[in-house]
């Protein structure tokens, strides 16, 4: 049984899915206790694989993966699933945020449209698939099916606005999918293989004529890679399509954008630096990255509600990966594996976070808000009393909401004590450390925008929150155990991943280390081959 | 580990306090005052082994990878901040207990005041330099949450903001020189750090720590030009004003300052800007505190104007200012803080803090006006109290500074101005407040508070005559071990006597004593205006506003031309992108053709490419306003890529592009009846704006669309490579059973592909009818088109649902198309079971079926069809699944990977020799998702137009 592990993650969401679709009609209790039960069970599946790759559970796998040939083929006639670190914790992220994701939707949202828990299925299908397979076509065959459920889950309630930003979302990504198309179709044509381990083998060998062809094909893939993580200036659908979409679709969507800088980093790997391709390269990817924080900065200094400063916390978020992968040199991974799961809990735990405090809350008391501050005004209500000294009970839910708005804030900000410092901690000092191997300027650049970043996220977080949080005039929200208890799980893992920084960094490092020496991929995947 | 404890013990006391119920006011206090004694009492007994062994030391492991460790460190000077923060502590929460009013939340209040505490304790007692940024910035983030306490007041929040923001940043800068101080150092651990003067001081990197690490500090210490909010941050309760903005948390700058000084101090650089912004502060904020009116103002100012004498003596550069420093450090923790607590003892028992309200309160709390009286001398240096001793210290250093001639002179002088403004705020302070005649408009009627709000008080002020009286015997020892803690064996010599004779400092003391007397006297006292002469326009709130609102704007315009709402800009980007990348990047023009001859041109395939092309450009040309005629022109388009399939023997290609060309020709002309009317007449702009748009677009897509096709002629005149084709043709036959490698390569060798591919076929199929199920069509498309109109004449829908056959002009077409319907059924099965061996497949035949169904709805209408026909196309798209997903686990019972086909030869009685295969299944799946997919977005279209009927007969809008 264990050898099928590594379909497993793909083929229990479309079970579940498939089977969900016969009970659209049935009692939502029992549809929500199997989708529960459904995710709870990849959530295993996927810790399974964790455990796997790292080598605490015996397995007939070598190190470096698991293979799956799909129908018995080899590779690279066939197509193989390949289940490394890197592909196991991404679908671990994966699982745990759709499980939170899940019960946050449970509560309300799934009911908001039809056929919500299965598409939420295929979107973890699409995304397992997408991490796991190690072939170029197939890559394309799961983007299409985790795009065509974010499709279905972005438009998931209806309205104007959504329906607005959802279309918008769709277009680009149609078009993303059509240029992916032809990238594929050209590079297949000059390499004549799709698997990815192989393609590695080939390209250093093709003669300069072919390898321009083979270039525009990558540069075509990069460009596609580069929409889905939301680099500038591809990115413009990105806070609107996130900022209109359902809390739990938001949440889940936090790691969409992560598999498209999970796709360059694996192609730039396994191209190699020395010859990768032009947006594979280390340092158009690095200047990319800085130009999208710097956008994501000015989005989320600019931006007065807090849906969409969400979605520019995800632009930041981006970027830093981005830039952090292309810095020159190898010692920038692991940190920024880190700061990726860090970033997809917290950024997950936010979008949920928000739409409950957003709760009974109108969009004049916002305008109100930003004019008061502004002009400086006087608030309406504080001449009444003005020598009143007693406070203001905060309610228990409006007690924790704030506590969570705090931790979610510090950890998208990289404020202390959570996950979110340590990361920008690893990766200040790993770029502290590169110069002489990698070039100074790099050097200065990251940390400067790592720390301006995190300055204009403490300016507007604390802004936004205060709005939010201390206008005395709004109702108490209303709280379900269901809503509460995913954010509160997902900031509570952030504390671990924290805390815990010691084990959870070296298991980041080996990945790192295993993710650069692609001839252990290779050599897993094309047994016989040499490169 | 009681190292651990001391840290501990407050956050444990947090946890606790935030779970008690709002109104426990005493088991709060008991609480917190009893985790801060705890803390305190643990402090006090480490005492002999710190002053024994030097340094205590705790550490744990955290992430040894990342150079994080748990450290904590004490050595003497550590110990008399964690004294001051633990002793301070204890005092404030029992002033605290009776400064709260009843009906505030306590629990707040206190679990707040203990994480400050912790996280206070944290950053004196770090060994390890990060994990005192990671605590440093938690005395942010909780004295935020503390300043904010009242937060439905409007001046709390903008001053927690505004102290948050500045100290946040400045905790920002600090964890940026942070780390490149422990990286010049090779660590950051504490003793590694102050081992690496040397190297620190030389690496050219050294300007850029000290810039980040004083911004860090001089943000926090509230130092010229980063003090103005410190005022601001009074709106907090005054036992926070107390504890945090007086005696501990702006110290935490002035610490670090003195904690990294062996590795930082000695140049010129840290002389002007630490000696620089100290000096600043010290006159500026002595100059201010003397026209404050509240309070509570006076001694914020007065706070940045010690602040800023600790921070100048420690840009001095020498070992004595550095004595003078901490011992100031500790005498204005406990003068400010008893003043602090008489600020609020007067607000909180008459109800203002007004200057200009308050008098003559000492006839009605002398207890009160005493402790204040006293602790206000120390504070302008009035000889035998502590503020004295050290204010003299620092009048020495100035005296004997070694610098060039000016700043040897214009030092002393400014010096004394600071003293001499510092006893008039304080005379101010005492001689409005508590003398003249009695105030009679206050709030309430002023009298003496309860003994317990005293006591803290008069504890600080004992220990200020103390100090000031017997200094050596009091604080001699304390103060030798924390210098020496900082200096080691550099440690000065120097004594802390009363008397020192009759020497420079001492005049200078009291000229400031007399000159501040003649100020108060002659100008201040008469003084009845509100205002600050000559600064009163210089206003740090409103600086800072304006500059947040700058950001904010600046941001915005910024964004806005960075980025766009609009799809079409987007679109232009990434086409634009890719273009621009191709030409920039690869040098496509370098690439030449293949060596493969291209075949002669044939006349008619000509034509044929020739009539393609101008339906594309027709479609193009079309799509705005006449959306009908482009989809057919779409259709004539793909119908030419259908025969080039043809025309290239790629018969499967040009079946399945047929089918599908159909198909989605059909479905998209259905939608077309729903979108909202496009009038030539009401056109766009006109001008050269829409021009030049026009031209680049059409730019941008020429070049995208010549370019791909140069990119395929480019590989097509190549020799194909030998990659994995050659497997898949020879293979096809002995390996996957099947003569059409096409076919074989989508159920067999890469059916995952085929799996998926199905699986996005039915997500999208239940995204479109989930999207329209909510749909709600614009009023101008309501109507029934006109065609409609005349065909169908009168008749209702539910006439027609009763019928044999739809009336009017549909009747003889339907009966064509239901005897269609079981034809269409078994060619749709014959194409599926040949697909393995000829041309079709599970894929084609779906569509077919499909097709025959749409066609019952076109003719039938959906209601007369719907009540005859029950077709459910999401059990079909489910079942589909089933059956692919069947097919391929199947496998696994044989031990073999997902999706392995599965064959099964022999001969059964009736029907013979049968060859069954998993991979049927699987085509099977197929062809039963692609009926259902087609199928549901079908019904979700016609479904529309039901609906809008109804809506029709409902509102009685019927024509």
């Given at each position: 049984?264990?050898?099928?592990l ?11 899915g ?13 549809r ?5 039960a459904?995710?709870?069970a990849?959530?295993a599946?996927?810790v ?10 015996d397995?007939?796998?070598q ?13 690279p ?11 196991a ?17 449970l509560?309300?949202?799934e009911?908001a ?11 973890l299908?699409?995304?397992?698939g997408?991490?796991?397979t ?6 394309f065959?799961f983007f ?8 279905g ?6 309205g104007?606005?959504r ?6 979302y ?5 078009v993303?999918?059509?240029v992916f198309?032809?990238a ?5 044509s000059?390499?004549g293989?799709?698997?990815m381990?192989e ?13 321009t ?22 990115n413009?659908?990105?806070p609107?399509t996130?900022a ?13 954008t992560?598999?498209g ?7 730039s790997?396994l191209?190699g630096?020395?010859?990768?391709p ?12 800085l ?8 989005g989320v ?5 807090l849906d ?7 632009v ?19 940190p ?18 928000i739409?409950?405090t957003?709760?009974?809350r ?8 930003i004019?008061?501050e ?5 608030e309406?209500?504080?001449s009444e009393?003005p020598d009143?000294m007693a406070g203001?009970?905060?309610p ?10 705090f ?10 004590p959570?996950?979110?410092?340590v990361?920008?901690f690893?990766?200040l ?8 191997a ?14 301006l970043?995190?300055?204009a996220?403490l300016i ?9 949080f ?11 155990w269901?809503e509460?208890a995913?954010?509160a ?14 084990p ?24 016989g081959?040499?490169? | 580990?009681?190292?651990?404890l ?12 935030a ?6 006011r005493?088991a709060?206090?008991?609480?917190a005052?009893?985790?801060?004694l ?12 710190v ?9 744990l492991?955290w ?9 904590l ?16 502590g204890?005092?404030?929460?029992i ?9 505030d ?7 707040f005041?203990?994480v400050?505490?912790?996280?206070m304790?944290?950053?004196v ?7 005192m940024?990671?605590f440093?910035?938690?005395t942010?983030?909780?004295?935020f ?16 903001r505004?102290a ?9 800068a ?7 101080l ?15 003067a ?17 911004l860090g ?10 003090h103005?909010w410190?005022p ?12 945090l903005h ?17 590795v930082l101090?000695?140049?010129?650089a ?19 505190a003397?026209?404050?009116q509240d ?7 007065s ?13 001095m550069?020498?070992?004595l200012?550095?004595?003078?420093a ?19 003892i ?50 020495a ?13 214009g ?5 004394t ?5 510092s ?10 407040v508590?003398f003249?005649?009695?105030a009679?408009d ?13 006591l ?17 015997l ?9 210098t020496?803690a ?18 420079t ?5 009291f000229?400031?004593l007399?000159g ?9 006292a008469?003084?009845?205006a509100?205002?600050v ?5 210089i ?10 609102t700058a ?7 910024a964004?806005r ?13 990434i ?16 690439i ?11 006349p ?6 020739l ?6 450009l ?13 989809v057919?022109?779409a259709?004539?388009a793909?119908l030419a890529?259908?025969?080039t ?6 018969p499967d ?7 599908v060309e ?6 998209i ?6 979108l909202?009317?496009r009038d ?5 702009p ?10 680049r677009?059409i ?22 490579v030998?990659?994995?084709a ?12 099947g ?6 390569i989508?159920?067999d ?6 799996f998926?591919?199905i699986t996005?076929?039915g ?11 909510r ?5 101008e498309?309501?109507r ?7 065909q ?8 027609s ?7 009017g002009a549909?009747m ?6 239901r005897l269609?319907?079981?034809l269409?059924l ?9 697909g393995?061996?000829?041309?079709g ?11 025959a169904?749409i066609?019952?709805?076109?003719v ?11 077709i ?16 391929g686990?199947g ?6 990977p ?6 099964w ?9 049968l060859?069954l295969s ?9 062809y039963m998702l692609?009926?259902?997919a087609?199928?549901?977005m079908l ?17 009685g809008?019927?024509r």
């Open positions: 049984m264990i050898q099928h590594p379909i497993l993650p793909i083929l229990l969401p479309l079970l579940a498939v089977l969900l679709l016969f009970a659209a009609d049935a009692h939502h209790g029992r929500a206790g199997f989708a529960l459904a995710t709870a990849q959530l599946t996927a399974t694989l964790l455990a796997a790759v790292d080598g605490r559970i397995v007939p796998w190190d470096g993966g698991a293979v799956y040939a799909l129908g018995n083929w080899a590779a006639f066939g197509i193989v699933l390949v289940a490394d670190r890197l592909a914790l991404m679908v671990t992220l994966t699982a745990i945020l759709g499980l939170s994701a899940l019960i946050y939707a509560a309300r949202w009911r449209g039809s056929h919500f828990l299965p598409m939420f299925q295929f979107l299908m699409g995304l397992n997408a991490f796991l190690g072939d170029l076509f197939n890559l065959v299409e099916v985790l795009l065509a459920a974010s499709y889950l972005a438009l998931h309630g209806s104007a606005p329906v607005k930003a959802g279309l918008h769709i277009v680009v990504n149609l993303a999918s059509l198309l032809v594929a179709a050209l590079i297949y000059v390499a293989t799709l698997n381990a393609l590695a083998l080939v390209v250093p060998r093709l003669d300069a004529d072919t390898r062809l083979f270039e525009l094909g990558a540069l075509l893939l990069g460009i596609v890679f580069l929409v889905k993580a939301g680099a500038w200036p591809l413009f659908w990105l609107s996130y209109a979409a359902t809390a739990p679709v938001g949440a889940v969507f936090a790691i969409l992560k598999v800088v999970y796709a360059l980093l694996r192609f790997i191209f630096q020395d010859i990768a032009a947006p594979f390269k280390g340092d158009w990817l690095f200047y990319c990255g130009a999208t924080i710097a956008v994501g900065t000015l200094l600019a931006t007065q509600k969409r400063l969400a979605g520019y916390m995800v930041i978020s981006s970027g830093t990966l981005l830039a952090a992968f292309g810095f020159t040199g190898t010692t920038l991974t692991g920024a594996l880190y700061y990726l799961a860090s970033s997809v809990l917290g950024g997950g735990a936010f979008f949920m976070l739409e409950m957003e709760r009974n109108t969009a004049a008391a916002d305008l109100l808000a004019s008061f502004a002009f400086g005004l006087q309406r209500h504080e009393h009143e203001v009970a905060i228990a839910a409006m007690a924790f909401l704030g506590l969570a708005f931790s979610c804030a510090a950890i998208l900000s990289g404020l202390p959570l996950s979110g410092f990361a920008k690893a990766l000092k790993a770029a502290i450390a590169a110069p002489p990698a070039p100074a300027e790099q050097a200065i650049l990251l940390f400067a925008a790592l720390l970043s995190g300055l996220g507007a977080l604390s802004r936004l929150g205060i709005r939010v201390w206008d005395s005039e709004r109702p108490t929200p209303r709280l379900q269901l509460a995913p954010v799980a997902l900031v509570l893992l952030c504390f671990v991943l924290a805390f815990g920084a010691g959870t960094m070296a298991y980041f490092d080996a990945t790192a280390r295993a993710l650069h020496e692609p001839a252990a991929y290779i050599g897993v995947v094309l047994p081959s040499r490169p | 580990m009681e190292l651990a001391i840290i501990f013990l407050p956050f444990l006391g947090s946890l606790g306090a779970f008690l119920p709002p109104n426990a005493n709060e206090a008991w609480l005052g009893a985790a801060a705890a803390a305190t009492a643990i402090t006090v007994s480490l005492y002999p082994q002053a024994a062994e030097g340094v205590l030391r705790l550490n492991p992430a040894p990878a990342l150079g994080l460790d748990i450290s460190r004490m050595d003497g000077f550590a110990w008399l901040f964690a004294l001051l923060v633990t002793g301070m204890t005092l404030v929460v002033y605290a207990r009776y400064y709260m009013s009843p009906a939340p306590v629990p707040r209040f206190f679990s005041f203990l400050f505490m912790g996280a304790l944290g950053v007692l770090s060994g390890h330099l990060i994990q940024v990671m440093w910035e938690m942010s983030l909780s004295s949450m503390l300043i904010a306490y009242w937060h439905h007041r409007g001046e709390a929040r903008r001053g927690a505004m948050l923001t500045v100290t946040g940043a400045g905790g920002l600090l964890f940026g020189g942070v780390l490149l422990g990286h010049i150092a090779g660590g950051y651990d504490l003793d590694t750090v102050l081992a690496a040397p190297q620190v001081k030389a690496h050219p990197w050294y300007p850029a720590v000290l810039a980040l690490i004083a500090a001089l943000t926090k210490s509230a130092q010229f030009p980063f103005f410190l601001h941050a009074m709106s907090a309760p005054t036992p926070v004003s107390a504890y007086s005696a501990t948390m702006v110290k935490a700058g002035v610490f670090l300052l003195a904690r990294l000084w062996p101090a000695g140049t010129d840290w002389f002007w800007i630490i000696g620089g912004a100290g000096l600043c502060s010290l006159v500026l904020a002595g100059y201010l003397m026209f404050q309070m509570k103002g006076v001694l914020a100012y706070t940045i104007s010690h602040l800023g004498l600790i921070t100048l003596l420690l840009g550069n020498s070992e200012a550095l004595v003078a901490v011992f100031h450090i500790a005498n204005h923790a406990t003068f400010k803080a008893s003043l602090f607590m008489a600020a609020g007067v607000d909180h028992e008459t109800g203002t803090r007004d200057l200009g309200r308050l008098s003559g309160l000492s006839r009605a709390m002398p207890l009160t006006a005493a402790l204040a009286v006293v602790a206000a001398a120390a504070m302008a240096g009035v000889p035998l109290l502590n503020g004295f001793l050290s204010k003299e210290m620092f009048f250093e100035t005296v004997f500074l070694d610098r060039p001639d000016w700043q040897r002179f030092l002393p002088l400014a010096a101005l600071a003293g001499v403004f006893v008039a705020y304080s005379l101010r302070l005492i001689q409005r508590f003249g005649p009695p009679q206050l709030p309430h009627t002023p009298h003496e508070p309860t003994r317990w709000m005293l803290p008080s008069a504890l600080l002020v004992a220990a200020c005559v103390l100090v000031g009286v017997v200094p050596e009091v604080i001699g020892p304390y103060l030798r071990t924390a020496g900082i200096l080691g064996a550099d440690a000065p010599a120097y004594s802390l006597a009363v008397w020192h004779g009759f020497n400092p001492l005049l200078m003391s000229v400031a007399g501040g007397a003649l100020l108060h006297g002659a100008l201040l008469r003084r009845g509100t205002t002469p000559l600064l009163e326009s206003d740090g709130r409103h600086l800072f506003d304006v500059t947040l950001l904010t704007t600046g941001a915005e315009r964004l031309r960075l980025s766009s709402p609009r799809l079409q800009m987007q679109m232009l980007l086409f634009a992108v890719a273009l621009g990348g191709a030409l920039l990047l690869v040098k496509p023009f370098g030449g053709w293949g060596a493969n001859a291209p075949q002669p041109l044939d008619a395939f000509a034509l044929l490419w009539v393609g092309g101008a339906c594309a027709a479609v193009a040309w079309q799509a705005k306003y006449h959306r009908f005629a482009a057919a022109f259709g004539g793909g890529t259908s025969l399939f043809v025309w290239f023997s790629a290609l040009a079946l399945t592009q047929l089918t159909v198909v989605t020709t059909v479905l002309l259905l939608g077309l009846r729903w909202p009317r030539e007449r009401i056109a766009g006109g001008g050269a704006t829409p021009r030049l748009r026009r031209s677009d730019l941008v897509a020429g070049g995208c669309g010549l370019g791909l096709a140069a990119l395929a002629y480019a590989v097509l005149t190549r020799p194909a030998d990659g994995i050659p497997f898949f043709v020879q293979q096809a036959l002995p390996q996957g059973g003569l059409n490698v096409v076919n074989v989508l159920v060798f890469r059916g995952f592909d085929t998926g591919e996005v076929l997500i999208v199929a239940l995204t479109v009818y989930a999207l329209l199920r749909f709600r069509p614009a009023p498309s309501m029934l088109p006109d065609q409609q109109h005349e169908d004449g009168d008749a209702s829908p539910r006439d649902q009763e019928a044999m056959l739809p009336a549909m003889l077409p339907a009966v064509l198309v269609l319907l079981p269409a078994l060619v749709s099965l014959f194409f599926l079971l040949r393995h061996n000829a041309p497949g599970g894929f084609v035949g779906g569509l077919i079926l499909a097709t169904v066609l019952q709805y076109l039938g209408g959906t209601h007369w069809v719907e009540s005859r026909l029950r459910h196309p999401l059990y079909w798209i489910a079942i589909g699944l089933l059956l692919a997903a069947a097919a686990i496998a696994a019972f044989a031990g073999a997902f999706l392995t086909s599965q064959a030869h022999g001969t059964l009685p009736v029907v013979g020799e060859h998993s991979v049927l299944l699987f085509d099977l799946g197929v692609v009926v259902g087609t199928t549901l019904v979700a279209i016609a479904h529309q137009s039901l609906r809008s009927q109804h809506h029709r007969t409902a509102t809008d019927t």
